[in-house]
């Protein structure tokens, strides 16, 4: 209670009480927040939590739920910091999906937490204290409308918009840009890098840079959408080549799909979002999980005509070109339509510490699945329901009513535990990881703090091991 009243009053002192004569404003806000932070500073001393995981609320007010990692991977309450901005649904996914991307929310050595604020087109940046308490530092323009996903590679960050225009009526007609400004590790500060806007071919939903630093590529959730550029059908992925920190080559300069448009098997679209990439010897492989939530003909799908996910892998060379591997892997045993009776919306994905199994988390099913990662780059599921929940209903009123929505996911350093939002619900759960062969087991499901409304979006795991002296 103490810690989330203190940095609630820490966001008042900065607005300020229109109410309240200035003077005494000041006067009893500093009494108060001495009071609260010294008692803040002793309960997290005694609690000695072992990390922290941060959450999105996504709000109207945007900002991070914080919670302490226990010993035994279970979590609790530290406090909720606000962003400085707004969330935003951008006429999306809705209270299960709201903003249809990964890594809206994310780590930075430890040290830092950014966070796109899509309702007021803005990044966030964080400190992580000590205590693993936030500190605000700096809140800038994203350079376009709607950001919705962040990557960073030394002191570079990149942040992809999902408009360039702000025109736009929903997913099939947004064509975004990618943005890149400079991070200073020390402090924690935003700038923008001059020069460095790129524009997309598409809607972009994720940002991932190669191990090698040489690559930077996209995910495109409407690839193949008739209602943008026919360039745009076979862009599921863009993939493009860091010429400098922060600047991008002009255009991509490969770009491939799994999955043509108007195929004769009428499978649905890619509708690509979470990526991961792997270093395997003398090549990088693109992971990129699929959700096909648009017709193979390119119209938008309704909830109803959802298909099972997939996981699709690419070759990356050293130039940035693109290349296919494994195809449409699907997130189940079979194929089916609509998300009740199948592992629809396949949207997040995670890699083990062995970098040889991952899982892949689907939204509308509100499912967990494990897959294998080959040597040659392709790869396998080996349990398409490690973790399940209650999935949203087509042909309900409210179709999301009730549904767990399964989104975003984070996991420990050492592979230990999961953490998965479950946006329906307004919760974080804890599962303990045994193996990829054996279903997740639920330890714990919190939601001190988070918004019960629906449509919380972001996750991220701190390991103090790794945070910086002087913190």
């Known amino acids: 209670m103490f810690p989330k009243f203190r940095t609630r009053l820490s966001a008042h002192r900065k607005t300020g009480n229109p109410l309240m004569p ?195 590529v996209v995910s495109i959730y409407n690839a193949g959408s008739t209602a943008i550029s026919d360039s745009a059908a076979t862009a599921e992925l863009e993939s493009f080549a860091i010429v400098r920190p922060g600047f991008l080559t002009p255009s991509p300069v490969s770009t491939i799909t799994s999955t043509q448009r108007n195929n004769v098997q009428e499978r649905n679209l890619p509708s690509a979002i979470g990526i991961a990439i792997r270093e395997l010897p003398g090549h990088e492989v693109v992971v990129v999980t699929e959700s096909r939530e648009f017709l193979a003909n390119g119209q938008p799908a309704s909830l109803s005509q959802f298909q099972t996910g997939s996981v699709s892998t690419f070759d990356l060379n050293s130039s940035g070109f693109l290349r296919p591997i494994s195809l449409d892997v699907p997130t189940s045993s079979q194929i089916t339509t609509g998300p009740t009776n199948t592992s629809t919306s396949s949207c997040w994905i995670s890699f083990d510490k062995d970098g040889q199994t991952f899982w892949v988390v689907s939204a509308s099913s509100s499912i967990i699945s494990s897959f294998r990662f080959n040597e040659d780059g392709s790869v396998e599921e080996i349990d398409s329901r490690a973790a399940t929940g209650i999935p949203v209903n087509p042909a309900a009123a409210n179709p999301a009513a009730g549904a767990t929505g399964f989104v975003d996911v984070a996991e420990t350093g050492d592979s230990n535990f999961l953490y998965e939002l479950e946006s329906g619900t307004g919760k974080v759960a804890i599962y303990r990881i045994f193996s990829p062969d054996s279903p997740l087991t639920l330890l714990q499901q919190i939601s001190t703090g988070l918004p019960q409304t629906g449509g919380v979006m972001g996750i991220a795991f701190i390991n103090p091991a790794d945070l910086g002296e002087g913190q």
């Open 22 to 216: 200035k003077s005494l404003r000041v006067t009893c806000l500093l009494a108060v927040s001495v009071m609260c932070s010294a008692i803040f500073a002793k309960t997290a001393t005694a609690q000695n939590y072992t990390g922290a995981v941060y959450v999105g609320t996504d709000g109207q007010t945007n900002g991070l739920v914080a919670y302490g990692q226990k010993a035994d991977g279970t979590l609790a309450f530290i406090g909720e910091y606000l962003s400085g901005g707004a969330g935003g649904r951008l006429n999306t996914g809705g209270p299960i999906d709201p903003l249809i991307s990964a890594h809206s929310v994310l780590n930075v050595d430890n040290r830092f937490v950014l966070q796109v604020n899509a309702g007021s087109n803005t990044v966030s940046s964080f400190r992580v204290n000590k205590d693993f308490s936030l500190t605000l530092v700096s809140v800038v323009p994203s350079g376009g409308f709607g950001p919705d996903t962040i990557v960073e590679r030394d002191g570079v960050v990149y942040v992809a918009n999902v408009s360039s225009d702000g025109v736009y009526t929903g997913p099939p007609d947004q064509v975004g840009d990618i943005d890149a400004f400079e991070l200073n590790l020390g402090t924690g500060h935003l700038q923008e890098i001059p020069g460095s806007k790129r524009q997309l071919l598409g809607r972009p939903s994720d940002l991932a840079v190669g191990p090698s630093g040489r690559s930077l």
